[in-house]
T-cell receptor, first 117, second 119 residues
Framework: GNSVTQMEGPVTLSEEAFLTINCTYTATGYPSLFWYVQYPGEGLQLLLK?????DKGSNKGFEATYRKETTSFHLEKGSVQVSDSAVYFCALSDPRRRGGSQGNLIFGKGTKLSVKP | GAGVSQSPSNKVTEKGKDVELRCDPI?????LYWYRQSLGQGLEFLIY????????KSGLPSDRFSAERTGGSVSTLTIQRTQQEDSAVYLCASSLRSGASGGRTDTQYFGPGTRLTVL
């Protein structure tokens, strides 16, 4: 079945450091890939997404490229800020699934990022 | 416009009692999802409604869990005879549509969640 594997946290970085959070997936069909972020005390928010191979999603300085050959969607940011401290979730959705739910998200376990000033 | 809202924000109940959790999706969104977030299991899909179609209940962990969506809008998740392992944050999300033709997936917008604690 479909699944998402994220690097385990927590990840602690100093401000302005480079961030990579690895995400790989297993899926049938043609999944869409997402990164969601959950800031302390807040709900899940979509950070970025990519719907087909080689697409690059980007938002707030974060980027992730849909790599079909390596089944990966790693999240990167060149210079993190204290305000980026949050839990990051990689997720996939297979919109072409038939017979079952179309579009429900399958999440990774989440990676907690702490950025120190 | 308003986002997805959920109520109550926190619920403490005793083992064996029934609870109802409410979700108000974004107006006009035809797809509605329930997820559960717990320490041990992460984020799990529970159930999904799309328009007037029969809901996809494939993620419900037991027959103590049920959900309905009235009038294509508000949804209620009911947990009967609650157990301690039901303690989690229950998240609702909605999207404009789901599994749209051409392989496009619409963005899901999440509510703040209901934190359920079963004593």
């Amino acid at each position: 079945g479909n699944s998402v594997t994220q690097m385990e946290g927590p990840v602690t970085l100093s401000e302005e450091a480079f961030l990579t959070i690895n995400c790989t997936y297993t899926a049938t069909g043609y999944p869409s890939l997402f990164w969601y972020v959950q800031y302390p005390g807040e709900g899940l928010q979509l950070l970025l997404k990519a719907t087909k191979a080689d697409d690059k999603g980007s938002n707030k300085g974060f980027e992730a490229t849909y790599r079909k050959e390596t089944t990966s969607f790693h999240l990167e940011k060149g210079s993190v800020q204290v305000s980026d401290s949050a839990v990051y979730f990689c997720a996939l959705s297979d919109p072409r699934r038939r017979g079952g739910s179309q579009g429900n998200l399958i999440f990774g376990k989440g990676t907690k990022l702490s950025v120190k000033p | 416009g308003a986002g997805v809202s959920q109520s109550p924000s926190n619920k403490v109940t005793e083992k064996g009692k029934d609870v109802e959790l409410r979700c108000d999706p974004i107006s006009g969104h035809t797809a509605l999802y329930w997820y559960r977030q717990s320490l041990g299991q992460g984020l799990e899909f529970l159930i999904y409604f799309q328009g007037n179609s029969a809901p996809d209940k494939s993620g419900l962990p037991s027959d103590r869990f049920s959900a309905e969506r009235t009038g294509g809008s508000v949804s209620t998740l009911t947990i009967q005879r609650t157990q301690q392992e039901d303690s989690a944050v229950y998240l609702c999300a909605s999207s404009l549509r789901s599994g749209a033709s051409g392989g496009r997936t619409d963005t899901q917008y999440f509510g703040p969640g209901t934190r359920l604690t079963v004593l």
